[in-house]
């Protein structure tokens, strides 16, 4: 395996929702089914598209996002995780689409130059003819020379279609790496925060998807184009000293810890309703000296024994509105449990869970935890979207973190009992407090990556036996 041992290429889009899942997802079918070791990539702080990798490539996806990370903290990710191994890094929304509008900022353009890495440009063929190939061109010549590698035609309508467009395409001297039809396997529905979570849907089998993609790709000139020779990103020394803080171990389920003796055990909420969680922070969390004990507060009636803290992610509490309130006694235990000084860092769907109420979008309430003062209402659109920067309020006045929110609902009383911290918009420098808490209690609708802002985790690392990184 060539690339000096770290393989891989981008597969972007000129917009959303133009197939690049499924066709990241079809790639890493076919690579498992070759035998090729994977090691899938989104760029970014989703936690939906990742999912999708995971099933399909049998191996965690990671995300790279270089506003949460920074560059550093990107090369060390890939580093870490990526050796020997072809990554495949699905890209955000469109190539250009990033956190400003008049840079790349936050891009998978930005990102792909800091790999170095080739793009493979996912193209909506439909109804398309020449105007494709104008397009494209702006998008090579913004890009800049040999990024744009290769593409591949999403939605093409035969085979008269694929030779007119390859044609169209001849003078810009880029190879088409493949064409896909409708194909009633990659009809995948979606939803307000992106594609259906995989959690809650049958996804077509890898096998299925690697059959597909020997079909309409070009997979050994795709592969060819991975495991071409590049540049291994270098790391500041700074960074380079820290980077088997970053490595997972693949064998054994864990990290080396940074415990001595018993490990802090750290419930996880995971299940359809709450599956949000970087696979780098858990990873933190085991190197901080954790052991992680899922648990389900959809289907178990109690938290796992002897807890030292719990963490509950994002997710979808509100399309399990019904089954999180119909399991009293879970919800019993858990506010009881907070209530009597477990630890708990909560964010987003996890703040949800901790309120007194659930408000649908059909206007039906549904009991909660009762934690948190006051209901969360579910809203048609979307609710303080985008990076922002968190300054603690309370327990350490002035300490600042980087994050990121994406939720369609408020609670709605926050202006009264939020006390956690002060979240300034990144595009627009608005502020408001936001979250709650209480000395045993992180409640926040931000999302933080952990690795640059672990001292926001002191309440769920309140331990000799865990250590903040």
């Known amino acids: 395996m060539t690339a000096n041992g770290y393989p891989g290429l981008i597969v972007a889009g000129m917009q959303s929702s133009d197939g690049k899942t499924a066709i990241t997802c079809m790639l890493l079918a076919a690579l498992r089914a070759r035998g090729v070791p994977v090691q899938p990539f989104k760029v970014g702080p989703d936690f939906i598209d990742p999912g999708y990798h995971s099933t399909i490539a049998g191996v965690t996806s990671r995300n790279l996002d270089t506003w949460l990370m920074g560059d550093d903290g ?22 250009f689409d990033g956190s400003e509008a008049k840079s790349d900022e936050g891009s998978t353009m930005a990102l792909a130059r800091v790999l170095d890495r080739p793009i493979v440009l996912v193209v909506t063929a439909k109804k398309s003819g020449r105007s494709l190939a104008v ?45 896909l039809p409708y194909c009633p396997e990659l009809v995948w529905p979606e939803r307000h925060l992106g594609l259906q979570a995989s959690q809650e849907r049958q996804l077509p089998s890898w096998q299925v998807l690697a059959a597909l993609a020997e079909q309409h790709l070009d997979v050994n000139a795709i592969l060819e184009l991975a495991e071409r020779d590049v540049t291994v990103p270098r790391l500041s020394p700074r960074t380079e000293v820290g980077l088997a803080l970053v490595a997972p171990q693949r064998s054994g389920g864990g990290s080396e810890t ?70 009293h006694s879970f919800r019993a235990e858990l506010r009881s449990a ?96 936001e979250g709650f808490s209480v000395s045993n209690l992180h409640a926040s609708y931000v999302h933080l990556h952990f690795r640059s802002g672990g001292a926001a985790l002191r309440p769920l690392l309140n331990s000799e036996r865990c250590e903040v990184l």
């Open 74 to 95: 990107i090369v060390a990710e890939v580093l870490a995780t990526g050796r020997d191994r072809v990554s495949i890094v699905e890209g955000v929304m469109g190539l």
């Open 135 to 179: 397009a494209l061109r702006g998008f090579m010549q913004e890009a800049g020379t040999n990024r744009i590698a290769g593409v591949i035609l999403n939605g093409v309508s035969g085979g008269s279609h694929v030779d007119y467009l390859r044609e169209a395409f001849e003078p810009l001297d880029v190879p088409v790496l493949g064409a």
């Open 258 to 327: 940074r415990s001595t003796g018993t490990k802090l055990r750290i419930g996880v909420a995971m299940d359809e309703a709450f599956h949000f969680y970087y696979q780098s922070n858990l990873d933190y969390l085991i190197q901080a000296g954790a052991e992680l004990v899922k648990f389900s507060p959809l289907h178990d009636s109690a938290l796992p024994a002897n807890l030292d803290a719990i963490f509950l992610g994002g997710g979808f509490p509100e399309i399990f509105a019904s089954e999180l309130a119909q399991n």
């Open 338 to 433: 907070i209530v009597q000084g477990l630890n708990c860092y909560a964010e987003c769907g996890g703040l949800i869970l901790l309120a007194d109420e659930l408000i649908t979008l059909d206007q039906k309430v549904y009991p909660m935890a009762g934690v948190i003062p006051g209901a969360v209402q579910m809203t048609e659109s979307l609710q303080h979207f985008g990076y922002g920067v968190c300054s603690e309020l309370k327990s350490n006045p002035g300490n600042s973190f980087r994050g990121h929110e994406f939720h369609h609902s408020l609670w709605l009383r926050e202006r009264e009992h939020a006390n956690l911290w002060s979240v300034r918009r990144k595009r627009t420098g608005a502020a408001r407090r």
